[in-house]
């Protein structure tokens, strides 16, 4: 079986990374993985949640949202509608979770560090991209506190990127596009670091279901694929002291 | 290290299941694990959703809460705050799809079946034994409709049960208490059938990570615990015909 | 006439008082009146309403809901709703007036006790029932705080309780169940102490009207069906001190 | 003891109507009752709500609402809140409670009239001033609706008007202001028609109870006050045919 | 061409004022412009907006609303929806904006001033007609500040006072009628002080145009009515110190 | 006075335009106007209002919003406030009646075309920038409909486009942005065609006001200004047919 866009199923698409696209914000990028493209961008503040007040601890968090026309027929907007849907805020926390797990928030201090993850055009991956593209918005950001002094270490533990993996007809991929994601029996999310730790894994039948050996496989094929995202990452954020 | 409750790592709370508790519904159950309690109920009704009209397939949906006071402090109802917290989502999500996998939605034929899980009480567990309690009440409604000739096939596949597992200090231990899962550096929510298929794996390090061996032990524990829920389901569900 | 379980029309249904059925509350009970089965939660705090901050003066308030089976058909979650219908916020502001009248709020101090009504399967009288549950929940949060020496003196001023009656084709009853609470012309919810004075009298035509005549049979037949729960109440509450 | 304006205890403040207040509503008045001023419109649609559809049956249906300033400090309103306050629905549930049972729904035909009463200066008996102004603007759409011919026979079955009753330090007094309402131990709203029947009687203790004997003298008070009442509205509204 | 009233291009319908309209505000009036017919009243509070605080600083904010049926068919109230729409929005700060221009804010100290404007019948020009109004009604309140000494210099810098003019089938027009209104090609609103400065001028072309000839001839339309309407307002205000 | 970044008084920013930004919209755009940056998309769907079902007619309507960093501070989204400003929906209404005018409705056939504006970077004139470039996606889309043979004839009747012009200290100025924009006196937003006639003209002064004088100087910057863009535009379109 070949796949649609030609690629091997141990293939990740093209990566592409622009880093600062943004003027205001305290580090930025857009990351494009084929024809998904994402908007991250930190934000520092001093406002930590109210459970950390005090604490001496930090905190970091995300927010994710798509243009409404980033998908092929257009959605509504969530604002319109007046409240987020199940699926962003399912989204939302798992990048928050994952990407301060990339931090120790004690050496960040009482700072809140917000990561905004904005799907400009998707194509399958949205969140995972967001996951890879956030981390390197959050390490711009330390980078910026370190230089202006306001942390005096690096608080950044390992970096932390992201990778969907699915079984098609039951053939293991990675880096499932729109048209194979809809069509996948198993879809799996998963995020590592930089030790080949687990971070967060979610593996889903959709009315379907997955034996060990096969979860083994996409395991497999994930943790090759993280391995090289982590390379580009490093690429783009250089040396961080 | 000795649990806090005196059980073994790979030991399950005690499960008791109160079948019929409702006069209304057409399947239900009040489901203890340990002092978790959850009211399940199934109601069957012949509203599918928009996208189902017409197909001749059905669908299986859930919804869950929780009492105020299920908890240790009482929790504001999301009815008065106006709306759903991301984590009653997140479950409800959750649930549903894995009690869809264990049904045949054509031979189901246009029906919608609405699992609501009500926590009376919560230590921990709340969601997998949702999913636990929540298909007997299916089982239970599937029997009505077979009994009263709705259906002609029973549309079940396979049992869905559930478990959670975790790394407490290193140490792998199935279904966390919540004093339990408060403490555990990697929580798992794993669903599986009666075929030892998996039909959702949720593994998240809570600000840690776990590595591949790691992973593999807790799928054990999690493996044959469901493997005996899943033998109590059948004694208190019965034949289906 | 001969009433459709049997029962005289001056007779109320059995009910049944399982007391500490939560392990987290300070007072509890689920309260059974023929079918219509409650679960009444006393939370202490002492966060009182803006209003009363350094008055000395405590509050009573209560709350109130439906799961969505506890109807004979499914009736939706208000959570998904984003609101609180009409009948909801009358009911619990009823029961929160009710029992607030049974506690002297300044011998209760600076507290916040909120009492919970969760109604688990309805048949009628679901807020007489709350209200008669209620007081009991309350009260055993009373005897916590003084075992706990939290207050010194019993706050409470005299039991309340509640229950319906009505005018069904002419005929005064007492308790509703909900067929006949359908079929009813005239609907009248009493609440009073053990003094035999009235807290509470809401007396509604349903497309219908009643007479000054009328309205002195249905209170004689809700005076002496108080009366009796009071006694109940008391049998499980005990002494108080 | 006098009461604060001079009034006798059995005394209704002046009541002042004017009518066809609105040149666009099928029926309208504002109604005065010493300070309380309210302007009650009807409106007449052919869109019954959903469970009335092809049954023949009409319905009479109200809100009520008070502009910001009505009172003496001013309210946030409830569109800015975006929620409507359980007291506010409390009251237009009973206004529309009230007027229903002024008409016979079947001879309405499938009519739906909405009848809005908005209070532009309140000065206590809102809820009771709308009922009994509302009246007034349902008998005038009626009185169009037959001149119209949209329907031939009259629906209205009786006049239904409303007064408040209460006591205060133990004496019964007929019609409350604010500030007589405010220091109110028991509160009573009572709604009648013109044959001297009930059809809502609600009567609150506020932390205070009442006897079977006070509760007698309250309700001769409001029906000696509605019997006036009932004679302005029909002074106003002349003879229906 | 005729105007439909019999009005010439350039005549203003009849405005009417009725000040002190309401008991409990701080400054009021009942304003009619033809049968527009708006409420508005002044309410003082020392509570201004979180980014004033203690900066010497006062403010005037706005809202605006309209009965259910001040409209010849009846509008769903925006409080029943859950949500102000956005015309009231756009509508509630045009007023603001409007009428904060008349005032120094530092010569007003931290005190808010809010102008309700609630239209309890419309004919066209509710906006206009509530800027017109709420200056009056402002001015009133000022004078009571001045008068119990809240304040020691008379903030207003000069009256504010707004018309609407439109071309209806290319003919400049003042003063638009709803019926007007609805058919014109151009709308505009414009605001102006009592020196013929602009305050703030809103024109639209619906699914129209215009040229800077025609914007010309109805500026001079506007500026001639505005003066009249100034002369009005200083009537009914007087002296102010 | 030397404007901030160097330009004369009457000089536009830079503006770029980056054609079919977007693979799944029927037309698209990112605009550049200086360091505000905004995707317009333009949706295509047979979906018309409520309003315009079978009268032959078509609508466009807008969309706006900011991305939560394109601002130098962050701001909360809209979607999780769980509702739209008011200044989102006065600008979105702006950009929809703008560009409406823009067609010939009837030409358009029952068509909607949704104009989506996502600001991804502000820099002041983010309304003006949004209305330009949503002109083209719409044009664009139009081409497309064209060569599809949705439609047979070109409904554009006109470009249409925008730009800010403001007092600062008295000096009129073209196309400000945003630090110029906060300190401005009078605020004025043009929207023209390309025959230099005015669709909306909305100035605002901001705590001040602007003479006939002011205006007009205004007026004659604007309308140079706009005569420029929209030769960028055409340039960027090419021929319709």
Known sequence: MVREDGRKNEQVREIKIH???????????????????????ATITDKVPMFLKNTGKGWVTAEYSMLPRATEDRSPREAAKGKLSGRTMEIQRLIGRSLRS?????????YLITI???????DGG??????????????????KMLKEKMINKNPLISNVASIS???IKGVPMVDLKYSEDSSAD????????????????????????????????????AGNAIKEIINLQNNVIGDIR
Chains 1, 2, 3, 4, 5, 6 share one sequence.
Do not use: P
Not at 28 to 33: K, Y
Not at 116 to 122: E, L, N, S, T
């Open 19 to 41: 880093e600062n696209f943004n003027i205001h914000a305290e580090g930025s990028v857009l990351i494009e993985c084929g024809n998904t493209k994402v908007i991250c961008t």
């Open 116 to 122: 905004d993850c904005d799907v400009i055009q998707a």
């Open 126 to 143: 949205t969140r995972t991209t967001s996951i890879t593209g956030g981390y390197i918005a959050l390490a711009f950001a330390i980078k």
């Open 102 to 110: 990339a931090v120790d928030l004690y050496k960040l201090g009482e």
């Open 165 to 167: 993996v699915g079984l």
């Open 186 to 221: 198993v879809d799996m999310n998963v995020v590592m670091n930089g030790n080949e730790e687990y971070i967060e894994i979610q593996g889903t039948g959709e009315e379907a279901t997955y034996t060990r050996d096969e979860l083994n496989k996409l395991l497999d094929l």
